[in-house]
């Protein structure tokens, strides 16, 4: 790059800074111009426009520049002065401000860049000294506005925000026709960048490298079609640009110039009006004009507060009168102090909960002087979980929320904190910073910022799409290969090892579900369970190609389940986060359930295995029956509303995370309002359990118990005698059983059974683990007596509540064998009835309490 011209100038007194409006960098509504509120104002008006506090403005002056004049090429009235507001609907770095223009600024604002070039005559030639001192040829169209400026006694700095456009750009980059600007500052105090006094002093200076400012020397960084290495210029500052709708293709590259004796190859922008004919690229700001720059604040400081200067704002076309220029300002304002500034960014405007997100402060002192003791307060909301803050300078205390970064050098110094957290379900999501310094702050507009990501529920797109094979029908050597995807909309046993490589797909509908037999492995790829459907395993499963950089999810939706009888091995992937791709994850939502009965062993530790995704309707569950082992910084799940159940060791160094969690050697009784209803409470339980815990599995037991009232007394049976019944019906399932009833006819007559106890929340519902107690009293009859024995069954029904009935047939566990004494015979219609003996002139019951079981 040649810059020998424009040597980086060390100023004591003149600090620089900018400030970048975030519209530039997201257009997210259609644009609308600016409003122009006086298009022909007068000296003294424009300087109420201008005045942005601290000082005094006086004796204003329209030295060069047309108001509300006759354009010289059409019958056309225009100014080249003008005040608007709406500037911010504009996407201009203002909402109000004064456009000084060489062409019509009237024009300017009201055109979206219509014009491939436009040219207004409406100007004059004025030499104005300090305007060609930047540059010779400035003298067409020139508007010059003098004033004096009074500082207030506690100011000792003038600040100026402003941005220059044009329509020079881009073609006309490198050339003589290098538009112009100025504000010249001229009283007592000022000095030179040497140090030595100084009479006048330019304030529209390039914040990267204190240069003055034109076409020249902040553009997209290429020459223009027409420009060349032989004049002044500086490509370097491109940051600062703003592409309004002109090409950017380039030439060739043959270009050259020599230096230092040798070849310097550059290319060219080819020409805007002859690539851009249509005029139809993006335009971010309405304005006509095809580049401007972005706002740049600038701060002179070292003044005497109390004093009076003079200012003066100058602006000009250089060679000729074509192809218009403007400088807007938003304000000139006398201050102190420092201006610290605070702006925040997250890393995902829309999320879900469970998904991490990342906060970026940026603290700035945009000066005039130094902030002292500098403090960001940024206390994370309701909605959202700490993981860790990274600040740049300074420290972070989560538990406050306070970033004391210290002190902030004026202009130059920035610093950044990046604060990590998880989405919660439900809370406040509107992220809040505040900053403030010791020192006065001249604009508190700045000093707050705010963010509020768009927290949605997770899509519960489980369906197949179109075109999915049924897997039971077309599978092939029991794997499924890139780019094919199979549903499984029946409940589908595969006999052997079970292959999805990366790339597959594979939807269980709902309540279906997918036996394997031997192995899983799914080295990538989307597999998809709806709620109430599973994966049931015999054997092992491999989930993730370790090192692969392929994806591969398994995503569980409302209490769906995936079982392992054997081992569960992770691999990752990223290979540790090494690389950029790959994850291998379980999604789970409400109620979903994980059953590992084998050793388990994660190898990521950059990213849980298991995402939640669910409302927090209900918890989901990821439960290791044997050794669980991860890597350091390995983690389950960052969401409480996932609980771990480990129920032997847990080594090496995984953890929960943010999940809740219950282990090592977890059993019901240390952790008794975490354990799921029907998981088995010891390490060497019932595997396939996931099934029964997660749809609910409703099962009932029926116990009996017999004793005979001898009435009168005389120790035989006959007919005034009775036998009482007491049933006890428990739940041995895993839901509550409703509209309990127990039947007992076989002894010829309904009886009437009466319930006692055993609904201990008197909720009328069969709870898991409640036992009711049921009696009834059955009469002895004559042909019972002649029998010599009762031959009696019952049965007990019950529903689930959700349509599904249960029902439990007595038995007699230990039946009366026929060799004992008295015994009547084995009734062939009812072999597994429950027999009381009856004896002539004696009762003999070899067994009073009748224990029957489930069948």
């Not at 390039?206 to 003055?212: E, F, G, Y």
């Not at 201050?335 to 997100?357: F, L, M, Q, R, S």
């Not at 046993?493 to 597959?504: C, L």
Request: aromatic share 10%; with cysteine; charged share 20%.
């Amino acid at each position: 790059m040649k810059n020998s011209f424009f040597k980086n100038v060390q100023n004591s007194i003149c600090l620089l800074l900018i400030v970048f409006s975030s519209n530039f960098y997201a257009q997210t509504k259609t644009l609308e111009p600016a409003v122009i509120t006086n298009s022909k104002p007068t000296a003294n008006e424009i300087l109420q426009a201008l005045n942005g506090g601290g000082l005094t403005l006086s004796n204003p002056e329209i030295v060069s520049g047309s108001i509300n004049k006759t354009y010289s090429n059409s019958k056309k009235k225009g100014s080249q002065i003008v005040i608007f507001e709406g500037g911010n609907k504009a996407n201009l770095g203002m909402d109000k401000g004064v456009l000084f223009s060489t062409g019509d600024a009237i024009a300017d604002l009201k055109s979206k860049n219509e014009n491939l070039s436009a040219s207004i005559g409406i100007g004059s030639d004025y030499k104005d000294t300090d305007l060609t001192n930047i540059y010779k040829e400035a003298k067409k169209d020139v508007v010059v506005y003098t004033f004096d400026v009074k500082l207030e006694p506690h100011t000792t700095a003038l600040r100026v925000a402003f941005q220059f456009g044009s329509e020079e750009y881009p073609n006309y980059v490198g050339s003589q026709y290098n538009d112009a600007f100025g504000f010249f500052v001229s009283g007592p105090g000022l000095k030179d960048e040497n140090g030595k006094p100084a009479t006048t002093v330019n304030m529209a200076r390039n914040p990267l490298n204190n240069n003055v400012i034109s076409v020249n020397t902040i553009n997209y960084g290429v020459f223009g079609s027409s420009g060349s290495y032989d004049v002044r210029w500086d490509l370097s500052n491109s940051s600062l640009y703003i592409n309004n709708g002109h090409y950017t293709g380039k030439d060739n590259g043959s270009n050259y110039y020599y230096e230092n004796n040798k070849i310097v190859y550059y290319s060219k922008l080819l020409s805007n009006n002859d690539y851009n004919k249509a005029n139809n690229l993006p335009k971010p700001v309405y304005i006509e004009y095809n580049g401007l720059t972005k706002l740049i604040t600038y701060d002179l400081t070292g003044l005497q507060g109390g004093q009076t200067y003079q200012f003066k704002i100058a602006i000009a076309d250089s060679g000729d009168t074509q192809y218009d220029s403007g400088v807007i300002i938003q304000k000139i304002q006398g201050t102190t102090g420092a201006d610290v500034k605070i702006e925040k960014e997250v890393n995902k405007t829309e999320v879900h909960p469970g998904e991490e997100i990342e906060f970026t402060l940026t603290a700035t002192n945009l000066g005039p002087y130094k902030g002292t003791n500098t403090k960001v307060t940024d206390l994370l909301p309701s909605g959202y979980t700490f993981v860790s803050a990274t600040p740049s300078k300074g420290t972070y205390d989560e538990k406050t929320g306070v970033w004391t970064i210290g002190d902030l050098e004026a202009v130059h110094e920035t610093a950044t904190l990046k604060v990590k957290a998880i989405v919660k379900l439900s809370g406040d999501y509107t992220n809040t910073a505040t900053i403030k310094s010791n020192d006065p702050d001249p604009d508190s507009d700045n000093n707050t910022a705010v963010v509020t990501p768009n927290v949605t529920p997770w899509p519960k797109d489980c369906e197949a799409p179109a075109g999915a094979k049924e897997l039971a029908d077309f599978i092939k050597g029991n794997k499924i290969n890139k780019g094919e995807v199979y549903r499984v909309s029946k409940d589908t046993k595969i006999t052997g090892s079970f292959i999805i490589e990366a790339g597959g797909e594979l939807y269980v509908e709902q309540g279906v579900k997918l036996k394997v037999t031997g192995d899983f492995t799914q080295k990538g790829g989307i597999v998809k369970v709806c709620p109430t459907g599973g994966i049931d395993i015999d054997g092992s499963a491999n989930f993730g190609g370790a090192n692969s950089k392929d994806d591969a999810s398994i995503t569980l939706y409302d209490k769906a389940y995936f079982s392992v009888t054997g081992s569960l091995t992770h691999g990752d992937p990223s290979q540790q986060g090494y690389f950029n791709t790959g994850k291998a994850v379980i999604n789970m939502y409400d109620g979903a359930f994980v059953e590992v009965c084998g050793t388990f062993t994660q190898q990521s530790t950059t990213y849980p295995i298991v995402n939640y995704r669910g409302e927090g309707d209900m918890n989901a569950y990821f439960v290791n029956k044997a050794n669980a082992s991860g890597g350091s910084g390995s983690v389950i799940s960052n969401s409480n509303n996932v609980v771990w159940i480990a129920m032997d060791k847990v080594e090496g160094g995984l953890k929960n995370g943010n999940a809740q969690w219950c282990g090592p050697n977890a059993t019901k009784e240390t952790c008794p309002n975490l354990w799921p209803s029907g998981l088995t409470n010891k390490i060497e339980g019932k595997c396939h359990e996931a099934e029964g815990i997660v749809n609910g599995k409703p099962s009932i037991k029926l116990e009996k118990t017999g004793v005979f009232n001898d009435i009168n007394k005389n120790g035989y049976t006959d007919v005034i005698d009775t036998i009482t019944y007491t049933f006890k019906v428990s739940n041995t399932g895993n839901v509550p059983l409703h509209d309990v009833v127990i039947k007992d006819t076989k002894l010829g007559t309904a009886l009437t059974i009466t319930y006692v106890s055993g609904d201990v929340n008197n909720d009328k519902k069969l709870d898991k683990e409640e036992v009711w107690t049921y009696t009834t009293t059955y009469d002895i009859t004559k042909e019972d007596v002649n029998k010599k024995g009762v031959y009696n069954i019952a049965t007990v029904t019950a529903s689930d509540g959700k349509g599904k009935n249960v029902t439990s047939t007595s038995t007699d566990p230990n039946p009366l064998p026929e060799t004992t004494p008295g015994h009547p015979g084995i009734d062939k219609d009812c072999p597994t009835c429950t027999i009381v003996i009856l004896k002539q002139q004696s009762l003999f019951i070899t067994n009073p309490h009748i224990y029957q079981r489930l069948k």
